[in-house]
Each structure stands twice: as structure tokens, then as C-alpha cells.
């Protein structure tokens, strides 16, 4: 049953759905990952990261939320971004819907562009009183963009979509040296591939590893239930009751 050992919401019917369960909403994109990643890829590791955590946490994992803010990415053919008003929109009235049934709700976000909707609408959220919370899916030392760290990633969790990347190459400069370009010009203006890091020496098995780390991650920070201003789940010494 759903809220049993962490199950997939979509595959229940509604007399399965326990009472006051822990929801956890992956939060992905549909966006360009250089020429060798699928454009699933950020909700892809977001749903991973969630099942794995339900599974620790005995939680209920929702249906993905498949599209973001991604318009630093619109210079590239596939990419469908909402813009962060109507991802606030989404946001906020899928937590107001689950809080009819739900115990707790929480975001698990695969793409760095939603970070300012969530930052905005989960603080308003549980202004109004509901148990809600966000948490991304880390991976300490990564590159930013379809380079080695989702490469790796994505050839562990779906490596039938990862297309050849021997060739491919990107910018390497450190996300906080490419921002002000990227908000200003966008991602295309700065990388032609798409790629922001570099995906050579890419492997399934670090790919295991980091999602490993991912998950156990955001496992403690759940399970943790500390909070900052934004909504964010924080690290925590003593688990949730």
C-alpha cells in the first residue's frame, strides 16, 4: 500500500491511499542537456532521489512535475519552460490539494532554475498553515550542467538515453563565474553545446554513487524536519518525530 515502504501514487487507487502520509512532489524540468542527455533528465534524477527517499522514509511519492522555470534555456530546440508565476501557481495549489489528505508534503527539486519559485512559494504556503517543505538534490562538487555529474547520473538510471559524449564539450569556468552571463544572455550565448562542466570520464557506476549520496541527502533532511526561512530542509542532528 502506498505509505508502506514508499510507493508510487499514480499506481494507487484511492482506497490504498492511507491516511496523513508524507508526499514527497519530485519537481523536475523538461529542458535542453547538451546533445547527449535527455531532456527528462532533471526530473528524472528529481523522481530517483524521491523513490529512494520514500522508500527510508515510508513515504508517498506524487506524479513529477515535468516542467520549470528554464528560460535561461530557450535558445535550444525541446526546451518547454512555464516561467516561475506559473510554477508558483503549480506549487502552491498542489500543496492547498494533498493538504486535504496528506500529513506532510515535500518538494524534492532536481532543477537549480526552480529554486527561486520554491524559495517564494513554500514560505507562503506554510504561512497559510500547511505542513510543507522543499530540498534539492545535491551533489557537493558537481558541475552545473550535463557535464560529468549528471552524465554519470543518468547512465546509471537510464543509460538507453544517453547518447555518445566523447566529443562533447562545454564551459568549465564555476557556475558563480558563468551567472551573470547566464542571466543576461542565457545559456546558448555561453556554451553552444548546452554543457556546463565537462562530461568526459563520465561512468554508471559514479553515477550510483552520487545518486547514493543524493538520496541520503535528502533522506536525512526530510526525516530531519528543519527548516529554514525559504522552506528549504536544512541538516539536522535529531530526526523528525
Not at 79 to 88: K, V
Request: with cysteine; hydrophobic share 45%.
Amino acid at each position: 500500500m502506498p505509505g508502506e515502504g514508499g510507493r508510487e501514487l499514480a499506481e494507487a487507487a484511492w482506497p490504498d491511499v492511507q491516511a496523513d502520509p508524507l508526499v514527497l512532489v519530485p519537481v523536475g524540468s523538461t529542458e535542453q542537456h547538451g546533445p547527449h542527455l535527455p531532456l527528462s533528465t532533471d526530473t528524472v534524477i528529481a523522481e530517483a532521489v524521491a523513490e529512494r527517499a520514500a522508500g527510508a522514509l515510508r513515504a508517498v511519492v506524487a506524479p513529477a512535475i515535468p516542467y520549470g522555470a528554464s528560460g535561461e534555456h530557450a535558445g535550444f530546440p525541446g526546451t518547454i519552460s512555464i516561467g516561475h508565476e506559473a510554477l508558483h501557481a503549480v506549487i502552491v495549489e498542489t500543496v492547498r490539494s494533498l493538504a486535504l489528505w496528506a500529513g506532510r508534503i515535500v518538494f524534492v527539486n532536481g532543477h537549480g532554475g526552480n529554486v527561486a519559485t520554491l524559495d517564494a512559494a513554500v514560505p507562503r504556503l506554510r504561512a497559510e498553515g500547511h505542513d510543507t517543505a522543499w530540498t534539492g538534490c545535491d551533489a557537493p562538487g558537481g558541475d552545473a550542467h550535463a557535464g560529468l555529474t549528471e552524465t554519470s547520473v543518468m547512465l546509471h538510471l537510464a543509460p538507453h538515453l544517453v547518447r555518445p559524449f566523447d566529443t562533447v564539450t562545454g564551459d568549465t569556468r564555476p557556475l558563480a563565474a558563468l551567472l551573470p552571463e547566464l542571466i543576461a544572455r542565457g545559456v546558448r550565448a555561453v556554451s553552444p553545446s548546452g554543457v556546463l562542466g565537462d562530461p568526459a570520464g563520465a561512468s554508471a557506476e559514479r553515477g550510483r554513487e552520487i545518486l547514493d549520496a543524493m538520496a541520503a541527502s535528502a533522506t536525512a533532511r526530510i526525516g530531519g524536519g528543519k527548516v529554514d526561512a525559504s522552506g528549504r530542509l536544512v541538516p539536522s542532528a535529531e530526526p523528525r518525530p
